[in-house]
Protein backbone atom coordinates (compact mmCIF):
# COMPACT_ATOMS: atom_id res chain seq x y z
CA UNK A 1 0.00 0.00 0.00
CA UNK A 2 1.04 3.37 -0.59
CA UNK A 3 1.39 5.98 2.05
CA UNK A 4 -1.20 7.96 0.55
CA UNK A 5 -3.59 5.08 0.61
CA UNK A 6 -3.12 3.92 4.21
CA UNK A 7 -3.28 7.71 5.16
CA UNK A 8 -7.06 7.91 3.34
CA UNK A 9 -8.11 4.88 4.81
CA UNK A 10 -6.75 6.16 8.24
CA UNK A 11 -8.55 9.31 7.84
CA UNK A 12 -11.64 6.91 7.03
CA UNK A 13 -11.40 5.27 9.93
CA UNK A 14 -10.99 8.50 12.21
CA UNK A 15 -13.68 9.49 10.65
CA UNK A 16 -16.15 7.10 11.41
CA UNK A 17 -15.02 6.59 14.73
CA UNK A 18 -15.80 10.48 15.62
CA UNK A 19 -18.93 9.54 13.88
CA UNK A 20 -19.75 6.99 15.86
CA UNK A 21 -18.58 7.99 19.07
CA UNK A 22 -20.56 12.03 18.61
CA UNK A 23 -23.84 10.76 17.30
CA UNK A 24 -25.83 12.81 15.09
CA UNK A 25 -26.11 15.10 17.85
CA UNK A 26 -29.93 16.37 17.58
CA UNK A 27 -32.52 16.75 20.08
CA UNK A 28 -34.43 13.57 20.02
CA UNK A 29 -37.87 15.47 20.37
CA UNK A 30 -40.71 14.26 22.34
CA UNK A 31 -42.50 11.28 22.69
CA UNK A 32 -41.74 7.47 22.38
CA UNK A 33 -39.24 6.14 19.25
CA UNK A 34 -42.24 4.04 18.05
CA UNK A 35 -44.40 8.10 18.01
CA UNK A 36 -41.18 9.44 16.20
CA UNK A 37 -40.99 7.24 14.10
CA UNK A 38 -44.85 7.48 13.23
CA UNK A 39 -44.46 11.35 12.28
CA UNK A 40 -41.18 10.68 10.74
CA UNK A 41 -43.32 8.20 8.36
CA UNK A 42 -46.29 10.39 7.66
CA UNK A 43 -43.62 13.48 6.88
CA UNK A 44 -41.86 11.38 4.59
CA UNK A 45 -45.18 10.25 2.89
CA UNK A 46 -46.15 13.58 2.54
CA UNK A 47 -43.20 14.69 0.47
CA UNK A 48 -42.98 11.86 -1.62
CA UNK A 49 -44.75 11.90 -4.90
CA UNK A 50 -45.99 9.87 -7.58
CA UNK A 51 -44.81 12.24 -10.19
CA UNK A 52 -41.52 13.56 -8.32
CA UNK A 53 -40.75 9.42 -8.27
CA UNK A 54 -41.11 8.76 -11.92
CA UNK A 55 -38.91 11.79 -12.24
CA UNK A 56 -36.21 10.12 -10.18
CA UNK A 57 -36.97 6.61 -12.34
CA UNK A 58 -36.58 8.04 -15.89
CA UNK A 59 -33.33 9.58 -14.97
CA UNK A 60 -31.98 6.70 -13.29
CA UNK A 61 -33.45 5.00 -16.66
CA UNK A 62 -31.66 7.46 -18.73
CA UNK A 63 -28.36 7.01 -17.13
CA UNK A 64 -29.04 3.08 -17.47
CA UNK A 65 -29.22 3.12 -21.65
CA UNK A 66 -26.37 5.72 -21.68
CA UNK A 67 -24.44 3.55 -20.14
CA UNK A 68 -25.64 0.51 -22.19
CA UNK A 69 -24.79 2.40 -25.13
CA UNK A 70 -21.11 3.59 -24.07
CA UNK A 71 -20.45 -0.23 -23.57
CA UNK A 72 -20.31 -0.36 -19.75
CA UNK A 73 -20.56 -3.98 -18.88
CA UNK A 74 -22.16 -4.78 -15.62
CA UNK A 75 -19.74 -7.87 -14.86
CA UNK A 76 -17.00 -5.40 -15.57
CA UNK A 77 -15.62 -3.89 -12.15
CA UNK A 78 -12.58 -2.12 -10.56
CA UNK A 79 -10.38 -3.35 -8.13
CA UNK A 80 -12.54 -0.95 -5.94
CA UNK A 81 -15.77 -2.91 -6.46
CA UNK A 82 -17.47 -0.28 -8.41
CA UNK A 83 -18.82 -0.83 -11.76
CA UNK A 84 -16.79 0.90 -14.17
Not at 10 to 35: F, I, N, T, Y
Request: aromatic content about 4%.
Amino acid sequence: MTNGRRQAIGVGVALVALMAAGGCGRDQGEGSPAERAAQYAKGLQAKVTLDGTMAHLQKLQEIAERRLVLGAAPWRRSRFGINL
